[in-house]
Nanobody, 114 residues
Framework: QVQLVESGGGLVQPGGSLRLSCAASGSISSSNTMGWYRQAPGKERVLVASIGSSGSTNYKDSVKGRFTISRAKNTVYLQMDSLKLDDTAVYYC??????????WGQGTQVTVSS
C-alpha cells in the first residue's frame, strides 16, 4: 500500500504564504504523477497542481503565478504565495500510477482569513 503524509497547513492572512509537504512511502515509482487537490465546504474536489515524472507541471488557472509545485524523490511540495480567501479548503495530496490508480492523503486544512 501507498501511504501519503501531509503537513504544512494552517491559518494565514490574505497575502500570506504556506508550504505544503507530502511524503509518500510504500510502492512508489518515479513514473507516478503527484499532485495536490483541494475541496472547500459544499464544493467539489478540484485539481490545484500536478507534476509528472519528467518535471512537467500543470496548474489550476486561478493559482497560476501564485503556487509552485515541486518534487524531490517521493516528496511533493506546494508553495503557496499571495494567498486569497478563496484558497481556503482542505488540501489533499495525490499520487497517480501510470494505470491511473489513485492514492490520497488524509487532507490538511488551509484557512485564509483576516
Amino acid at each position: 500500500q501507498v501511504q501519503l503524509v501531509e503537513s504544512g497547513g494552517g491559518l494565514v492572512q490574505p497575502g500570506g504564504s504556506l508550504r505544503l509537504s507530502c511524503a509518500a512511502s510504500g510502492s512508489i515509482s518515479s513514473s507516478n504523477t503527484m499532485g495536490w487537490y483541494r475541496q472547500a465546504p459544499g464544493k467539489e474536489r478540484v485539481l490545484v497542481a500536478s507534476i509528472g515524472s519528467s518535471g512537467s507541471t500543470n496548474y489550476k488557472d486561478s493559482v497560476k503565478g501564485r503556487f509552485t509545485i515541486s518534487r524531490a524523490k517521493n516528496t511533493v511540495y506546494l508553495q503557496m504565495d499571495s494567498l486569497k480567501l478563496d484558497d481556503t479548503a482542505v488540501y489533499y495530496c495525490n499520487v497517480r500510477t501510470p494505470l491511473w490508480q489513485n492514492y490520497w492523503g488524509q487532507g490538511t486544512q488551509v484557512t485564509v482569513s483576516s
